[in-house]
């Protein structure tokens, strides 16, 4: 039973480990990509805590009792308090204050709160003092409710040294500068996260099948033999590119919005379970896109497709067969995974500077960062995306149309081997 | 007559081996002319550069008056290259194959049908024509790809290996269709084989190459009686030992 399976087994170890693409393709990039991942979150975690360590907040004190100042004197000693002079919490938005004072947390005191306090430690439990925090929502992200939780934890230590439920907090978010009553920061930030999770996966994915598919394409004409008569016909090299690339645009196009309908129904069982009422509607919100945004995302989008696209044809046509044509594609993988799998959890705004620099580089982090961007408003950021990635695109198209006008999409190769070895090879294979 | 094709010390480099080494050679409009040389000979690549696939390195390649290099989109309106190890799109019927193919050539649908129809007579293929590429035994796909080379009467025919994976009738049908084509229609038919019969039996001229350069060439019967040869594989084992 199974006799020479041990030989089939070693032989096929001995051919895949010594193929230089699947070592690279499938060992050494991930080993290498993980570990830039977890460095990256490892450090973005760092950052936020350290952050969160150094806390500022305003506090807006329109009571003026001695309670209120026992409050504020109590969270001095644990973070760095501003007072604002403004009565209206609108009025600090608007007047950008917090920008200035370095923080995203706004409490008000209302002005009940020392009387309040007073009755209930003179025995009138059932009245408790209130007060109100104010949160800046920037956007989706793991690190979005750190403020808010610090201001939670030192309520609870606040109300554990006198009485409990002595003091109460009613939270709100600042969303695109206006102020949302009764909006929980942290329970908008986990609704958001969904969609900031299954956007970077599903552009992941879409870009994954779109490169897939055009390597295969070009790799599939070479491995049949079809390339060459191809070549030969009277139609303009460019047209047999473009008319690759639109095949595989279909097909990945199609292949995304199945997998956008199948994965908005998975989200969508998550979000259907928050409780009605809980005012947690983004579209009056201001957190979905507008037309103007979506069609943006789309154009970003579009260009990202292409420049994949593009760099897949490039690649591919220095393949000999489809499984070259797949390994040299998987090279570029990486470069989808790591940007959305950072950008699943965390804002570009709260990486490291060099991270940031290193994600905006990548033509295909944009259709991302632009996603986030367009639900903010801020439609600059998809704009510069756009340009930057249509000029990435820009010059890929211009190589792969320069190797379909040339001989080299016949006799490119990638070897890892001497330039000797790979000119006798070339030769070999055209006789 | 006319040249179909003039070269003139035509030199092709891959790195530093080089596959032709200032090739001479012409074809006249309306002949058959067998390129016959062993492996490596530089047959293939000598071909390729005619249909505009590969640059020359040095030389000129002219098609009908056509510079190869420098009207490549002419020349590619007025032949038909066969490769040697061409295929069709597994997943097109060879009807498909064949209109998509058809459609290059011409914009007029009754023109389409046209050469299809004789597309379909050429390969002999009947109701297969139908079924999917990727279900044709590698004679019937050989067969599907001659008659695509043909289809569009065009100048310059470029075979490479005609006969190769045919059987004996299929081959000589095959043959006897593109005695045909130079007949009726005056295609000049450029092609490479190895096989000695098939090209003793179509071709009016022969070019016998090696190590990229033209070492033998006339007709036949020339060839057979200067090299005192009872047939071409004779002739071929005597230049090539030779050479």
Same mark, same amino acid.
């Given at each position: ?41 490892? @450090? ?37 308090? @501003? ?53 800046? @929502? ?163 989008? @579009? ?129 | ?243």
């Amino acid at each position: 039973m199974l006799k020479g399976f041990g030989n089939i087994l070693v032989k096929e170890l001995k051919e895949l480990i010594r193929d230089p693409k699947i070592l690279l393709g499938m060992i050494i990039v991930p080993l290498i990509m993980f570990p830039i991942l977890g460095a990256v979150m490892n @450090f973005s975690v760092q950052s936020a805590q350290e952050q969160a360590q150094k806390a500022t907040i305003l506090i807006m004190n329109n009571d003026g009792g001695n309670w209120s100042q026992d409050f504020i004197t109590t969270i001095n000693s644990s973070m760095r308090v @501003f007072i604002s002079n403004y009565t209206n919490p609108q009025d600090v938005v608007n007047q950008d204050e917090l920008s200035e004072c370095n923080t995203t947390q706004l409490i008000e005191i209302p002005p009940d709160f020392s009387a309040n306090m007073t009755q209930h430690v003179s025995g009138n439990e059932n009245i408790t003092a209130l007060v109100k925090i104010y949160s800046v @929502f920037s956007s989706a992200g793991v690190f979005e409710g750190i403020g808010s939780s610090m201001i939670d934890v030192f309520i609870d230590g606040f109300n554990r040294q006198l009485a409990p439920n002595m003091v109460r907090e009613e939270k709100s978010s600042i969303i695109k500068g206006q102020i949302e009553e009764g909006v929980d920061p942290a329970q908008l930030s986990a609704l958001m996260i969904s969609q900031a999770i299954a956007m970077p996966i599903t552009i992941m994915i879409l870009l994954t099948y779109s490169m897939q598919i055009a390597a295969t394409s070009v790799a599939m004409e070479k491995e049949e033999k079809t390339l060459e008569t191809l070549l030969t016909l009277p139609v303009d090299r460019f047209s047999i590119l473009m008319g690759k690339l639109s095949g595989s645009i279909v097909v990945a196009g199609v292949a995304a919005i199945a997998y956008m309908i199948g994965f908005n129904y998975y989200m969508g069982s998550f979000t259907s379970a928050i409780p009605a009422g809980t005012n947690l509607d983004l579209v009056s919100l201001g957190l979905v896109p507008s037309l103007f945004g979506y069609l943006l995302l789309g154009i970003s989008l @579009f260009v990202a497709l292409l420049s994949a696209l593009a760099m897949a044809v490039v690649l591919s046509a220095f393949a000999e067969d489809v499984r070259s044509a797949q390994s040299l594609v998987s090279y570029v993988y990486p470069f989808l995974f790591i940007p959305s799998f950072i950008l699943m959890y965390v804002d570009i705004n709260a990486l490291p500077l060099a991270v940031k620099v290193a994600l905006y580089a990548i033509p295909y982090s944009h259709p991302i960062i632009a996603s986030r961007a367009v639900t903010m408003g801020d439609y600059w950021t998809a704009v510069w995306g756009i340009v930057y990635v249509s000029i990435f695109t820009l010059v890929i198209m211009y190589v792969a149309s320069r190797l379909f006008a040339t001989e080299k999409v016949l006799t490119a190769k990638l070897k890892f081997r001497g330039l000797r070895k790979r000119g006798k090879k070339a030769a070999q294979d055209l006789e | 007559m006319d040249n179909a094709i003039r070269i003139a010390d035509l030199t092709k480099d891959f790195g530093t081996i080089r596959a032709l080494d200032s090739l001479n050679l012409s074809v006249e409009s309306g002949e058959i002319l067998g390129l016959i040389g062993p492996n490596g000979a530089g047959k293939t690549t000598a071909l390729r550069i005619i249909s505009a696939l590969l640059l020359p390195t040095s030389g000129n390649v002219e098609v009908f008056g056509l510079n190869v290099v420098e009207k490549a989109a002419e020349v590619r309106k007025i032949i038909s290259y066969l490769p040697e190890e061409a295929g069709a799109y597994r997943n097109l019927s060879g009807w498909e194959y064949l209109n998509f193919m058809a459609k290059f050539r011409t914009d007029s649908k009754d023109e389409i049908q046209r050469i299809v129809n004789d597309a379909a007579e050429i390969s002999g293929l009947g109701e297969r024509l139908k079924d999917k590429a990727k279900t044709y035994s590698k004679g019937m796909k050989r067969r599907l790809l001659v008659a695509r080379a043909l289809m569009t009467k065009p100048r310059l025919a470029i075979l490479d290996e005609p006969g190769s994976g045919l059987d004996v009738l299929h081959a000589y049908h095959v043959r006897e269709i593109i005695k045909k084509y130079v007949k009726d229609y005056g295609v000049t038919v450029l092609l490479s084989s190895h096989n000695m019969l098939e090209v003793e039996h179509l071709c009016g001229r022969v070019a016998l190459l090696n190590k990229g350069k033209t070492v033998a060439e006339g007709k036949p019967h020339e060839l057979k009686e200067k090299f005192d040869s009872a047939n071409l594989e004779e002739v071929f084992a005597k230049v090539v030992g030779l050479a």
